[in-house]
């Protein structure tokens, strides 16, 4: 079974959701649930994890701070990912016997970073574990006051599709440090564009797993297509070809659509983010739901990143 | 470190929240954490983890069926020990490579059983692992509507001490199974006690690590004394010695205190879950928190329960 199978199961089995719960707004498939707690604004809900050997070289290759904060970051880009703003944090954290010593630091780490995104640890829950050290994070935050809650599957037709920053190379194949371990949460991008967009920011997401992936998501999700030029895709320093950018995964950029009436301007407002117009969306027909058009040549965009596959034996 | 270190390390870095963050009305070490989301009633947050081979013998031994259910069960139990109402819950699952092919298995039955509990699943991660089946859930829950979160700090000099039901046995030590595995959270248990006691209802926490250590956390959190009877103790079937019941851990059973005006009923209202006096809440002076009176003789219960130490190298 791959991922993208079990994800498919699972997103099945919730459609009755909205329906038999009234006050989940947004389940499972955006980067945030959504859930209307009763009399106050509506709540971002996400958990993300990260698996020493998967997510990050063991310790000590890489330090308890960086673990930590990847641990924290990768949950607040989630938020981000829906335009809005963390309030608190919880963790569970499965520790190898060797590194309990350490698990002082580890939380030192985690909190000092918690906090630094505005979302103080609150609860947690520690265990032992004879496998690799696994932390996974829970963050609940506030949607943008003004626009809501920004989902994936808001793109339309004739959007003009965006990024931010510079794709590729955040994991250096030779050291396995870089980006992915000290990325900032495009938080403030993210507010900003609400701020100067409201309802003409259509659709919105942070890039974990791949340009290629997640843009096929969204238009999966906004049951439409998404073309993009090749060409246009901002590649960060040392990266060499579009497929690299498109498909290297790790790097917490803004992946968004605005209405075509929009002239995005060069960088996020307030910020040196820059912005990107890299394709248009398209009306729904059959073929991929994200195609990269390279000298004519169009790609598949689904097969570009990271599906976290792991075919075994079914015991 | 041992866990418990650990933990007052948690708590003495996270004295500063209420004053900081004046939304977080209550922080670690409780069985949930309490937030202000602004404009409707509190939350309860709390986030539990199981890892096979600490929590349940791997699969195929314990059933998937089983593992979902104890993975939800748990902290259900801890929104129960707060004496709320589950509402949501979301899950992140590290999964071993040979398991990946049974996840919608495990999916499957941890969407029914959080459904069951009324707190369905709205989000969740997934991840590969070279180690064991990981699965860390958080639930988002409200308090009694009445009575509002009933905390383990709460418990007062004079107080009766009570709890629900038998205690010991939880884990067949020749299997491995047994009610561990399929222990019913104490929810409309503690519904009932906020319903009919209202605020002579000082204190509630859920038993997980076994009576003796928990009972001296709840001490410590209300700073004031614990006595218990050892004769008092109620014991699971099979169960030959206090010991056993107050140490043995996995109970999932209400340990709570009651005004000394109260006479507590002899079952839950409403249920058949029965209710025990088992000993007194006593002013705070020197000597454990917790006190186990046999025969003429004190042992402190703190040295009765699991703390999850695992003393191991610093590397």
Excluded at 5 to 20: E, K, P
Excluded at 31 to 40: E, K, R, S
Excluded at 213 to 221: G, K, L
């Amino acid at each position: 079974m791959r991922e993208s199978d079990l994800l498919a199961h699972i997103y099945a089995r919730s459609a009755d959701l909205g329906s038999l719960y009234p006050r989940v707004l947004v389940g499972p498939g955006d980067d945030c649930a959504v859930l209307d707690a009763g009399g106050g604004p509506p709540l971002l809900l996400k958990v993300d994890q990260v698996v020493a050997g998967r997510h990050f070289e063991p310790f000590p290759r890489t330090p308890m701070d960086l673990i930590g904060r990847k641990s924290i970051a990768r949950a607040v880009s989630d938020v981000a990912a829906m335009g809005g703003t963390p309030m608190v944090a919880l963790a569970a954290a499965a520790i190898p016997d060797a590194l309990f010593g350490r698990a002082d630091h580890l939380f030192d780490a985690m909190h000092r970073w918690a906090r630094h995104w505005g979302c103080p640890l609150i609860g947690g829950d520690i265990s032992s574990t004879p496998g690799p050290l696994t932390i996974a994070v829970t963050i609940v935050g506030t949607p943008h006051h003004a626009r809501g809650p920004v989902l994936r599957s808001g793109a339309r037709p004739g959007d003009l599709v965006c990024v931010t920053g510079r794709l590729g190379g955040a994991v250096d194949a030779a050291t396995s440090g870089g980006r992915h371990l000290t990325f900032e949460p495009r938080l403030a991008e993210a507010r900003a564009l609400c701020d100067t967009l409201g309802g003409r920011l259509h659709a919105l997401m942070d890039l974990s797993d791949g340009l290629g992936i997640d843009a096929s998501r969204m238009a999966d999700a906004s049951r439409c297509r998404i073309t993009i030029d090749a060409a246009a895709i901002p590649r960060a320093p040392g990266v060499s070809g579009w497929r690299e950018a498109a498909g290297a995964g790790e790097d917490y950029e803004l992946l968004f659509t605005l209405d075509p009436d929009c002239t995005p301007p060069p960088a996020c407002p307030g910020t040196s983010t820059t912005i990107t117009v890299i394709g248009r969306v398209l009306e729904p027909a059959p073929g991929p739901a994200c195609a990269i058009l390279d000298a004519g040549t169009e790609h598949d965009g689904s097969s570009l990143g990271w599906d976290h596959a792991r075919p075994g034996p079914t015991p």
